[in-house]
Nanobody, 123 residues
């Protein structure tokens, strides 16, 4: 298990931007990807984006494609999620997971989650 710490959430108006950070340990044992997930009130946790450890390929949920960008800074052991054109439906607690991969057709996290960071978008 690789501990992570999410940060960068906050309250912004619709159309605004936020950048989330996920600080992770320097040694990553997972061969797969770092993923961002979110859980909105009353809903299940859902996949948002992922970046592969091996070649930095990126993957996005359809709902955020074109608005969110995932990137990594290996020197800082941090993965970022730049979120633009935010909508009220993006309101959720956002989590990252260092062992993310597609399993049975669905993106899932297999390492430990952090505490998450709250993102609230006002209309």
């Amino acid at each position: 298990q690789a501990p992570v710490v999410e940060s960068g959430g906050g309250l912004v108006q619709a159309g605004g931007s936020l950048r989330l950070s996920c600080a992770h340990s320097e040694r990553i044992r997972s061969p797969w990807a770092m993923g961002w997930f979110r859980r909105a009130p009353g809903k299940e946790r859902e996949f948002v984006a992922a970046i592969a450890w091996r070649d930095s390929s990126t993957y996005y949920a359809d709902s955020v494609k074109g608005r969110f960008t995932i990137a990594r800074d290996s020197a800082k052991s941090t993965v970022y999620l730049q979120m633009n054109s935010l909508r009220p439906e993006d309101t959720a607690v956002y989590y990252c997971d260092t062992g993310t991969r597609k399993y049975e057709g669905k993106w899932r996290g297999f390492d430990s989650w952090g505490q998450g960071t709250q993102v609230t978008i006002s209309s």
